[in-house]
């Protein structure tokens, strides 16, 4: 690896000027750097920088974007799931799902996780590193240019904790909006957290309006914090008020995730309780904030022995928190058959190595 050079695409413009500028070079290359580099051209393949500006960059900095380490792609729905591969070794995965109103990938934020949830798969081997801005970016770029097609929508919920590695994130998520890179829109953009309070605030503070969602998946402190050890540091109420501000600084709304685990979380009384503490804790006569909870059976890990519930159930789930004024919608499930929920491919790939 090469610490010791710059990362370049984790450069933002102005950086990328400074650079220029300590090489003694115009400043106008530095956005013909970044616009190239954010395109997937390496400098080394731009035609129109010369020999020696080529040369003396490449003695201060370096351009990686993730390799394809693995492919795996649905016959049923066309999703596709990558492992890419990064410049030191370690992999992560990326999901790209094509919807009718355009490609939407769902990126990594670490190398594996150390939140903990004990229903997730990308968890178990603890956080090995964060990713730098540019391996966010470049699981976007990597993944346009392999598929040949724009993509126009980023959720930030493959492996580890976005708001665990919260300066990478909040460096890619300017990168990525910036009107001479991608260019996506902050409103196609959603973050999902396990729910770092302190870090909601934060990121309510910064003039990023992307979706939040919340992986809520209870609906008492005791049961949540029984699968989520973060909720004993910050208690579902301390979590709601934070998506309060967050809704009050925004004005987004927010989704919620519940994955529905059998004899778990799926009672109708767990339903119930749901509706009465979204109803009571986010909404009044004065203000109503719009909200949604995505219903999504577990997957299972073989790791554990959490079991997804029954259809009945799901349903069931639905209808009472719809009635009780509550959006709740059951998330199709996309890639069924390459097993295209994050995690897995990965840990595959480190057991096969470790043999
Ligand atoms: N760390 C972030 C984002 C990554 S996980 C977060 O916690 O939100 C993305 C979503 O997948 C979260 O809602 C997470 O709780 C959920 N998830 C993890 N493992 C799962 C599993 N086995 N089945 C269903 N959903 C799972």
């Known amino acids: ?17 400074a650079l220029v500028a300590s090489m003694g070079e115009a400043r106008y290359r530095a956005e013909q750097l ?7 051209v390496s400098p080394a393949e731009m035609t129109n920088l010369g020999k020696s500006f080529k040369e003396k960059l490449s003695e201060l900095a370096y351009f990686y ?15 596709i ?11 992560v995965e990326s999901v790209v799902m094509k919807y009718k109103h355009g490609n939407t990938i769902c990126i990594s934020s670490q190398v594996g996780c150390r939140m903990g949830c004990a229903f997730c798969a990308s968890t178990i081997g603890g956080k090995v590193r964060d990713l730098r801005p540019s391996e966010l970016l470049g699981q976007v770029i990597a993944a346009s240019l392999d598929c040949g097609e724009r993509i126009s929508n980023i959720v930030m919920m493959g ?3 976005p708001l665990d590695n919260y300066d990478n994130v909040i460096k890619f998520l300017r990168l990525v909006g910036h009107e001479k890179g991608l260019n996506i829109g902050y409103r196609h953009i959603s973050l999902s957290t396990c729910g770092i309070v302190d870090k909601i605030k934060k990121l309510a503070d910064e003039d990023l309006a ?6 809520l998946h209870a609906s008492d402190d005791e049961t949540r914090s029984s699968i989520m050890p973060i909720n004993k540091k910050w208690s579902i109420d301390e979590l709601l008020d934070a998506c309060k501000y967050y809704f009050s600084k925004t004005g987004r709304r927010i989704s919620f995730e519940y994955t529905l685990i059998s004899g778990k979380n799926d ?3 767990a339903a119930k309780r749901l509706a009465r503490l979204l109803n009571s804790r986010l909404r009044s006569r004065t203000e109503t904030m719009p909200i949604h909870v995505n219903l999504i059976p577990v997957n299972e890990v073989s790791e554990n022995d959490f079991v997804r519930s029954d259809k009945r159930s799901v349903e069931r789930f639905a209808e009472i928190l719809n009635g009780l004024g509550i959006r709740a919608t ?3 499930r996309l890639g069924a058959d390459i097993n295209a929920s994050c995690g897995q491919l990965r840990r595959a790939r480190e057991a096969e190595n470790d043999k």
């Open 210 to 215: 992307i979706t939040l969602s919340i992986s």
């Open 65 to 79: 974007i993730p390799t394809v380490e693995r492919k795996l792609v649905s016959k049923i729905d066309g999703t």
């Open 1 to 17: 690896m090469e610490t010791k050079k710059a990362d370049l695409l984790s450069l933002d413009l102005s950086e990328t000027e």
């Open 330 to 332: 059951v998330r199709r």
């Open 159 to 161: 492996i580890g904790e």
């Open 267 to 269: 009672s109708a009384e």
């Open 34 to 40: 970044f616009v190239g580099m954010h395109k997937g």
């Open 81 to 91: 799931k990558y492992l890419f591969l990064l410049n030191d070794g370690n992999c």
